[in-house]
């Protein structure tokens, strides 16, 4: 099985929502998961970029 990482630019994701919302209830978990799978048996796996006001 082939995995394809794509870079996702998350911005202003430092803050309690954000982190809550964005990163942990949905691209951890699809990470968590194994990633997408396409058509052709290829799995996406997210990997987030976090850009913000503060470091978090």
Same mark, same amino acid.
């Given at each position: 099985? =082939?995995? =394809?990482? #794509? @870079? #996702? &630019?998350?911005?202003? +994701? %430092?803050?309690?929502?954000? %982190?809550?919302?964005?990163? $942990?209830?949905? #691209? $951890? /978990? &699809?990470?968590?998961?194994?990633? +997408? /799978?396409?058509?052709? @048996? %290829?799995?996406?796996?997210? *990997?987030? #970029?976090? +850009?913000?006001? *503060?470091?978090?």
């Amino acid at each position: 099985m =082939k995995h =394809k990482r #794509i @870079g #996702i &630019i998350m911005h202003g +994701v %430092t803050g309690r929502m954000g %982190t809550n919302q964005h990163l $942990a209830r949905s #691209i $951890a /978990e &699809i990470r968590r998961q194994g990633g +997408v /799978e396409l058509r052709d @048996g %290829t799995r996406l796996m997210p *990997d987030p #970029i976090l +850009v913000g006001r *503060d470091a978090g």
